[in-house]
């Protein structure tokens, strides 16, 4: 049964044929059937199972494997299957960064854009370039700050010291040294960038020569 066929079976009425032939074929007496389905191109399993032959018989809601779990199983995959896309497309070694976020969810990318404008106003002289395989910015040849996405977030790399002064404001979100990690949907603030950088610029020109 492909993807539609399953989307099908989720919205539909458990009196009705396309549901009672679905549960038999997982199994009406008990048995653990496995049914696969491609859902966006990558092949996906997971398995439908009947506590008990009463139970389906009556077509209950109430079974452990019912409609909502099969709904919920088929969207679950479908967004596995995202970000498996996005994983693989990010593991190609981009050149540039709009190489790097052209694979991204919209979200992640809107996120990292916001990211990347903000940096531009706080280092204008700074160049855009790719270390390591994920975003950076070089001043005077040298690395300043990064940045880059995760399958389940998205990071911001000032350094240490720009964390460790601006630590108040940093209390809502995860960090570690060097790190910020942020939700797409809830952005970096353009001022907090915007300091962060400018102190790892300052921090920079103490250490000059």
């Not at 506590?51 to 452990?64: E, Q, R």
């Not at 052209?102 to 531009?120: C, F, G, W």
């Not at 950076?136 to 998205?154: E, T």
């Amino acid at each position: 049964m492909g993807q539609r066929g399953f989307k099908a079976l989720a919205g539909s009425d458990p009196s009705d044929a396309l549901w009672r032939n679905a549960c038999h074929y997982a199994g009406l007496f008990g048995l653990l059937r496995e049914i696969h389905f491609a859902a966006s191109g990558v092949a996906a399993r997971f398995r439908v199972r009947c506590s008990s032959p009463g139970v389906m018989a009556a077509y209950g809601d109430n079974c452990p494997d019912s409609r909502a779990n099969i709904s919920q199983a088929v969207t679950s995959i479908e967004n596995q299957s995202l970000i498996s896309q996005e994983a693989e497309a990010m593991s190609a070694k981009p050149e540039t960064i709009d190489e790097y976020l052209a694979p991204l969810s919209h979200e992640k990318r809107a996120a990292l854009e916001k990211l990347r404008r903000a940096i531009k106003s706080a280092a204008p002289k700074a160049e855009e370039c790719i270390s390591y395989q994920i975003p950076a910015f070089r001043l005077g040849g040298r690395l300043l700050v990064a940045f880059g996405a995760a399958a389940n977030h998205c990071a911001f790399y000032p350094g240490a010291r720009p964390l460790a002064v601006h630590k108040d404001e940093l209390k809502a979100y995860d960090t570690s040294k060097g790190t910020i990690r942020f939700q797409a949907d809830s952005p970096l603030r353009a001022a907090l960038v915007r300091k962060l950088v400018k102190t790892r610029i300052t921090e920079r020109a103490a250490k000059q020569p």
